[in-house]
């Protein structure tokens, strides 16, 4: 069974910094790409990053480039997401997800879907 | 405003037919797959329909997905009060700064 773990957000200062963590288990962690989404509060969805399975390519929303980083450790099978020059407007819940990402030679589609989600981890920033 | 655009909110009465539209552009599901989410009160997204029309194990045939041009839609049969969630669509976006991208949500009441 697929778990994702999130942990690490909190009441954080505007300014500040705080990494998020994302501990899974159930499947072979580096050969999937991950994905980090958010929902601030009683809003809609938001991409904020994503990252491929061996680390090597790494997509950003515009909203967080420049701020955030996505990194990963095969080794201990977690995700990061560290997150820097934080502002109120970051507050919401980040999701952790494990993805599904091919290009369909066929059809020449590319598709990249969510198929596992963690239960989500409460970053709060204010002052 | 999202770069995808769903209606705010649908209704229908319990085992009734509701569908939902996901409007994008040539961009994003005009030459990606389209996926579906449903989110129920107080929980995590959960993957309901991938690849325009595909259903992961466990999501019943009640739900379906469709895809024309640069528009999506899902269908959802034989409403039940357990059904009310908020239902996201999303694709890949190949526009200059490549990015995935969601629709604003549709909230659906079963009345």
């Known amino acids: 069974e697929v778990q994702l773990l999130e942990s690490g957000g909190g009441l954080v200062q505007p300014g500040g910094s705080l990494r998020l963590s994302c501990a899974a288990s159930?499947?072979?962690?580096?050969?999937?790409?991950m994905s980090w989404v958010r929902q601030a509060p009683g809003k809609g969805l938001e991409w904020v990053s994503a990252?491929?399975?061996?680390?090597?390519?790494?997509y950003y929303a515009d909203s967080v480039k420049g701020r955030f980083t996505i990194s990963r450790d095969n080794s201990k099978n977690t995700l990061y997401l560290q997150m820097n020059s934080l502002r109120a407007e970051d507050t919401a819940v980040y999701y952790c997800a494990k993805d599904i990402s091919y290009y369909d030679i066929l059809t020449g589609y590319f598709t990249w879907y969510f198929q596992h989600w963690g239960q989500g981890t409460l970053v709060t920033v204010s002052s | 405003q999202s770069v995808l655009t769903q209606p705010p909110s649908v209704s229908a009465a319990p085992g009734q037919k509701v569908t939902i539209s996901c409007s994008g552009s040539s961009s994003n599901i005009g030459n990606n797959y389209v996926s579906w989410y449903q989110q129920l009160p107080g929980t995590a997204p959960k993957l309901l329909i991938y690849?325009?029309?595909k259903r992961p194990s466990g999501i019943p045939d009640r739900f379906s997905g469709s895809k024309s041009g640069t528009s999506a839609t899902l269908g959802i049969t034989g409403l039940q009060t357990g059904d009310e969630a908020d239902y996201y669509c999303g694709t890949w976006d190949s526009s200059l700064s490549a990015h995935w991208v969601f629709g604003g949500g549709t909230k659906l009441t079963v009345l």
């Open positions: 690849d325009n029309n």
């Open positions: 990252i491929s399975g061996s680390g090597g390519s790494t």
């Open positions: 159930g499947f072979t962690f580096s050969s999937y790409a």
